[in-house]
């Protein structure tokens, strides 16, 4: 079984590759409808990431809970955890870490560093792509 690592790794090289296609195609000017690969790319890179927080969660609590997870407060914990993935829709920062906080006591805020971001530029992007207001289809997303 795939890693949630492994899961995103292919899912993201997916969004990377049709936002490719965009790029190659999005000439002067432009054809017509060529805007629709870039936003099935976005909605395929924030799936991506949605399904990452999912999966990683749950392997980590599978982690946690060891060999005896067969146990009635290991399978609270597991039901608990699948109510809150079923409600767990655009990840924001603030979801993301609530997560990971609520189910495994961890901040994850610590390790968020990207490209010389520090944790409140990453969660300002973030979030900018999970709440794009403006964009209807990402809200469906």
Known sequence: MPTARETF???IRDAVELLGHFNALNANPPP???EVLKRAGIIMACTAWETYVEDRVLEA???RLGA???SFQSQFMLRQLRLALKQFNNPTS???HKLFADFLGVDVYEGWKWNNYDCARVRQELDAVMYASGNPIL???
Request: no cysteine; aromatic share 0%.
């Open 9 to 11: 790794d292919s899912s």
């Open 139 to 141: 809200n469906a997303a």
């Open 94 to 96: 603030d979801k993301t």
């Open 61 to 63: 609590l599978h982690a």
């Open 68 to 70: 005896g997870s067969d």
């Open 32 to 34: 017509a409808h060529a």
